[in-house]
């Protein structure tokens, strides 16, 4: 019931965008389908005159059926780029083999003797087609088209990852943000849909064989109808923005930002986080989100605009440990607090870099980074029987770095043996484990342990209003209080929320915080 | 290969002036399907309303040579003319829509309703809607299918034997000289057949028709043929009137073809003229056969019959096929 409430509420205040993205999920459908049609269909009668290509061409389409579609749209990327060209391409290609095969079968599923007997009355090879074979192979061919259409509402969603809008924008968002209130408020639309689409061609599919003008030119009629929603005109601008779903959805992200800069008149095309770098760097769209230590800043030359207003909140990276662990062996204190403020954000994106895009070990990355600071020693000789630190990461490039660097130092200073455990997967896994006592240590930032671990009221995060020592302070007094966790001091890097534009284009513009941007926006 | 030097005597006669000209003629006909020879050097000729039908045992090539004739299969040798002009002249529609077409499994289109079934040939000859009407109903109440109850029905509300009385009407439609059927009663029961085939041998529609009828079933051919193609292996084993395949056998095949029948096909052959002295007769019609003059002789059908028992009916029979026997060994 709650869950309800909080949906209807949801739909009410994002209607406008419920809206927009309906139309576009049914456009991105019809024009899909529409293709389909225009080629399937040819293609499935040509097949059933020339049987002996059958098993080619339909297993051709089945293996097309058979990609998984985000592969597909990922092989379609470097293609197509992003937007509607690539999703209406992967969906027409999803299409295809049900059309393909229903047409061909129900073709061959005409009684010869009724062929024959056409012919030998007559009829003409267009004649037999069109007043007796399409009619007699139409329930077959428009079950082809009912799948295909209940199949391409669906994978649709996926067209909210290459930037093609649809209902996947809440989906997705919802899915990144744990929300099931936003995931049902794209789902039961889109189901809705799947079973209108279902139900329109089933409506077209019992206007019966004798009327197969009518139907043939109600589908015709209908599907670009329905496909041109999607080129209604949208909102222009002088720059495009390409957002996460995740961006988009939670409140200190695109929302809060619009707020705090008034960040007006940048129209955005949501799209898979894993693309938004490239969409950037392929100048698909001039605005992206992102994380301001990301090795790809550096791999494509973007700027990260400084978030002069902190609407962003501080994600400083800090390590998190068992107070137990410093009691036993109080020399830690000093080893681990050499690393407390030397890494700054441009040193974590280059960093991040030579491990994500250089494919270099984190641990190489990780020694040579001490041996440029002084900080460097050969590891002494393990001494059997000494305790283990045990020290846990998130399954990402930064996080093995860190790790890597605390066990160098552990090792070369210390006669404790260490234990990495990397792999932790997400935030949640690291946290349970510290507490627990499966690791002693791992690298969290500031901002999540605020809001996604401590998760205060509203007005305590206000009340904080996104200064990094508020926010550290913060959180290392609740740890303490609540979990008897210790959080140490900063190793100095943001790795937040940013927005990122080309380099080149951030310079000739003349902008370099998110306040030049949305001045520039303004003019 | 005296067959071969009949057909030629034949098409010799036929050239006469005086005789109409043939309205199909078909020479040295050949079809292979691979390397199987389907149907080899055929050739006959067809006077206007002469019904002949093609018969042989399955595979012998009677429907492929059957479907030369409006070119649904295309010969590999030989040729077909209608009206003295070759059928590749024209294009296949337009000489598909001159003559009527009747297959065993009807190949009603099952989307449209008899009348639609039935005006499909009209229609595409581009006749006026009110016409076709008028000659759908006339059909249908030839073929005793009162059309207001049938004319609205689908196919699948008929039964097979209606089914097969649509496709006839379908065929009759435009009114085509001529009519090609493939085992049009093939598919039916044996009462249904019988009462089909008598209603079509009555049908005053196709009196008139040059008529081409492919059939295994020697009775029915028989009873409908003026003229009998035998067909074996794809060659013409004998080309004539049932009584000379039934006296005259060309060749062994011929005999043995008719040999488990024979009785029933000479009582169904020899007329009361065939078999009597004029005097026998009286007021009893000379084209009456021996078998239909049985059957009212012994009580199973009403008809007026000669002065003369069962008895004498059969000795005389026998006589007659004694003569027929004797003039076949000269």
Redesign the interface.
């Known amino acids: 019931m709650e869950t309800l409430t909080a949906l209807f509420a949801f739909w009410h205040e994002q209607a406008g965008k419920l809206g927009e993205q309906t139309v576009q999920h049914i456009g991105l459908t019809a024009a899909s389908l529409l293709l389909a049609v225009l080629v399937g269909v040819p293609l499935g009668l040509w097949l059933a005159r020339r049987p002996r290509w059958a098993p080619a061409v339909l297993g051709g389409a089945g293996v097309l059926q058979t990609v998984p579609s985000i592969a597909l749209l990922g092989f379609l990327i470097p293609l197509l780029g992003i937007g509607a060209v690539p999703a209406i391409c992967a969906l027409f290609l999803y299409a295809l083999l049900p059309i393909i095969r229903n047409t061909y079968e129900g073709i061959r599923g005409v ?1 010869p ?12 090879n267009g ?1 037999v087609l069109r ?2 074979e399409l ?2 192979a139409l329930p077959v061919l428009m079950a082809g088209i009912r799948t295909a259409a209940v199949i391409n509402v669906g994978v649709a969603t996926l067209a909210a990852y290459v930037a093609a809008g649809g209902l996947g924008e809440f989906i997705f968002g919802g899915i990144n943000l744990n929300n099931p209130v936003m995931i049902l408020a794209g789902a039961l639309p889109a189901a809705g849909l799947a079973l209108a689409f279902d139900a329109l061609l089933g409506g077209v599919q019992k206007l ?3 009327r197969l003008r009518q139907a043939g030119a109600a589908l015709l009629l209908a599907l670009p109808l329905l496909a041109g929603g999607y080129l209604l005109p949208r909102a222009t601008g002088k720059l495009m923005a390409g957002f996460s779903p995740e961006f988009v959805g939670r409140a200190d992200g695109l929302p809060g930002l619009t707020k705090i800069y008034g960040l007006t008149h940048l129209p955005s095309v949501v799209l898979a986080p894993a693309l938004v770098y490239e969409a950037a760097h392929n100048a698909h769209v001039d605005v992206i989100d992102g994380y301001s230590t990301d090795g790809r800043i550096r791999a494509y030359g973007l700027r990260v605009l400084r978030d002069d207003r902190r609407a962003f909140p501080p994600y400083y990276a800090v390590p998190v440990v068992r107070p137990a662990l410093l009691r036993a062996h109080p020399e830690l204190r000093t080893v681990l607090a050499q690393l407390d403020g030397q890494i700054s954000d441009s040193v974590m994106t280059e960093l991040n870099y030579r491990a994500d895009y250089l494919h270099e070990d984190p641990k190489a990355i990780a020694a040579q980074f001490l041996k440029q600071r002084g900080l460097w020693r050969a590891p002494r000789p393990a001494v059997a029987g000494e305790p283990v630190v045990r020290l846990g990461s998130k399954i990402f490039a930064e996080q093995y770095i860190l790790i890597e660097m605390y066990a160098a130092l552990i090792r070369s200073q210390t006669d404790l043996a260490v234990e990495t455990k990397t792999g932790l997967g997400a935030t949640n896994i690291c946290f349970e484990a510290l507490r627990s006592g499966a690791i002693d240590l791992y690298p969290e930032y500031t901002g999540t342990g605020l809001l996604v671990l401590l998760q205060p009221r509203p007005a305590v995060v206000d009340s904080l209003g996104g200064r990094p020592a508020a926010v550290l302070n913060y959180v290392r007094t609740e740890f303490r209080r609540r979990y008897g966790l210790e959080w140490l001091a900063p190793l100095g890097f943001n790795n937040t929320y940013a927005l990122l534009m080309r380099g080149p284009q951030a310079r000739a513009l003349g902008i370099a915080s998110v306040s030049d941007l949305s001045g520039y926006l303004r003019q | 290969m005296t067959d071969v030097a009949l057909v030629f005597r034949l098409g010799l006669l036929c050239r006469v002036p005086a005789s109409p000209p043939p309205v199909i003629r078909v020479s040295h006909l050949r079809k292979h399907f691979g390397a199987h020879a389907v149907v080899q050097d055929v050739s006959f000729e067809l006077a206007v309303g002469e019904t002949l039908v093609l018969l042989g045992p399955s595979g012998c090539g009677k429907t492929t040579l059957l479907k030369m004739l409006n070119r649904l299969i295309e010969p590999d040798g030989g040729s077909v003319e209608i009206n003295g002009r070759d059928v590749r002249q024209q294009p296949a529609e337009t000489l598909r829509r001159g003559m009527g077409y009747v297959i065993q499994q009807v190949g009603l289109l099952p989307h449209y309703t008899v009348a639609e079934n039935i005006g499909v040939v009209p229609r595409l000859l581009g006749h006026a809607p009110a016409a076709i009407a008028a000659r759908t109903e006339a059909l249908l109440t030839r073929l005793h299918l009162p059309p207001a109850r049938y004319a609205g029905q689908l196919p699948q509300q008929l039964s097979g034997g209606q089914q097969q009385r649509v496709g006839l009407a379908r065929a009759l439609a435009a009114d085509p000289p001529i009519v090609l059927m493939d085992e049009p009663f093939g598919a039916l029961d044996p009462i249904t057949r019988a009462g089909i085939r008598r209603e079509f041998r009555e049908l005053e529609e196709l009196r008139s028709k040059t008529v081409v009828l492919v059939t295994h079933d020697v009775a029915e051919a028989f009873e409908l043929a003026d003229r009998i193609l035998l067909l074996n292996a794809g060659r013409v084993q004998q080309l004539g009137t049932p009584r000379e395949l039934l006296f005259r056998p060309a060749n062994d095949f011929v005999r043995y073809f008719f040999a488990a029948e024979r009785l029933a096909l000479q009582l169904r052959t020899l007329t009361l003229d065939d078999v009597f002295d004029n005097e026998f007769l009286h007021d009893a019609n000379p084209h009456t056969t021996v078998h239909e003059a049985l059957e009212t002789l012994t009580g199973t059908a009403v008809g007026t019959t000669g002065r003369f028992s069962v008895a004498q009916l059969m000795a005389a029979f026998g006589a007659a096929l004694q003569r027929e026997e004797d003039a076949w060994k000269r």
């Open positions: 009684p003797a009724v062929v024959e007997a056409a012919r030998g009355l007559g009829m003409t004649q007043q007796v009619p007699l019966s064989a004798r």
